[in-house]
């Protein structure tokens, strides 16, 4: 049974830093695609960043203060995000693609105080 888990979510004022990781369980292939998204209360789900194909893919919102990157062993993704604001405070999930197949972590709450 292949799970996502998700750590590194807090509290932190603005301008500070956070680090996300998330690392597949259960599976012995690696991921197609390892992505970041987040969702605020009552808005819609976003691609925060995504590693795919060896290509890398921000939101505007995040290009320049967050850094999605992985293990060599290819199964934990990270989310390095500098620079932190209010605006980023939300429910980020860790979403990856084996073998064709979706997967989602339950989400890590951040919260950026002004």
């Known amino acids: 049974q292949v799970q996502l888990v998700e750590s590194g979510g807090g509290s932190v004022q603005a301008g500070g830093s956070l680090r996300l990781s998330c690392a597949a369980t259960?599976?012995?292939?690696?991921?197609?695609?390892m992505s970041w998204f987040r969702q605020a209360p009552g808005q819609q789900r976003d691609l925060v960043a995504r590693?795919?194909?060896?290509?890398?893919q921000y939101a505007d919102s995040v290009k320049g203060r967050f850094t999605i990157s992985r293990d060599r062993a290819g199964k934990t993704v990270y989310l390095q995000m500098n620079t932190l604001e209010p605006e980023d405070t939300a429910d980020y999930f860790c979403?990856?693609?084996?073998?064709?197949?979706?997967?989602w972590g339950r989400g890590t709450q951040v919260t950026v105080s002004s």
């Open positions: 979403h990856m693609i084996i073998r064709g197949v979706d997967f």
């Open positions: 259960g599976s012995i292939y690696t991921p197609n695609s």
């Open positions: 590693m795919y194909g060896g290509a890398v």
